[in-house]
T-cell receptor, first 114, second 110 residues
């Protein structure tokens, strides 16, 4: 149990589908993150939210659309994805003191785009 | 974030201590040193972090060089469950998302 819950754990979708990934934390953290981990590659930071406001978007294609309705929940809406978007998508959160506050990760959603 | 350099892989025997090195020569005075590990099919897991002094917790110890340009994660008695990729990351107070490198793939031999 990591304190950060991601659903679903596995997702298979076609290129024309629309799906959403969900992340939930009840650790009292005010910053939430989406990372992408492709096979044999380092984690790539996608989006950062602080107090529900997006503060960072690392040149992510518009077919990925994040949403943060409150400090405890984070979504990643997916539409018209490509096979190369198949990866492990990880959500993380941490507290106010960035340097001194560890990141807490969920176990990710393994996405396969067919 | 300051860049870190770690060996690609290391091998150790079960029940022996493991010392995982990390160089971070561009670290600034307010940056913390964080270590995470990632087991297969799981998200990264926080291990330990520190600023200047050595740190101990139930998982590991962190030894930080006096000039803070390097650090060592110490697993006192490795088990097969410690086989994972270990990431050393510098976390600044101003920066937000942490930048992960390739980490060190730790192999534990029975």
């Amino acid at each position: 149990e990591t304190g950060v819950t991601q659903t679903p754990r596995h997702l298979v979708m076609g290129m024309t589908n629309k799906k959403s990934l969900k992340c939930e934390q009840h650790l009292g953290h005010n910053a939430m993150y989406w990372y992408k981990q492709s096979a044999k590659k380092p984690l790539e930071l996608m989006f950062v939210y602080n107090f529900k406001e997006q503060t960072e978007n690392n040149s992510v294609p518009s077919r990925f659309s994040p949403e943060c309705p409150n400090s405890s929940h984070l979504f990643l809406h997916l539409h018209t994805l490509q096979p190369e978007d198949s990866a492990l998508y990880l959500c993380a959160s941490r507290g106010l003191d960035r340097g001194n506050s560890p990141l807490h990760f969920g176990n990710g959603t393994r996405l396969t785009v067919t | 974030d300051a860049k870190t350099t770690q060996p690609n892989s290391m091998e150790s025997n079960e029940e022996e201590p493991v010392h995982l090195p990390c160089n971070h020569s561009t670290i600034s005075g307010t940056d913390y040193i964080h270590w995470y590990r990632q087991l297969p099919s799981q998200g990264p897991e926080y291990v330990i972090h520190g600023l200047t002094s050595n740190v101990n917790n139930r998982m590991a110890s962190l030894a930080i060089a006096e000039d803070r340009k390097s650090s060592t994660l110490i697993l006192h008695r490795a088990t097969l469950r410690d086989a994972a990729v270990y990431y050393c990351i510098i976390s600044g107070g101003g920066a937000d998302g942490l930048t992960f490198g390739k980490g060190t793939h730790l192999i534990i031999q029975p």
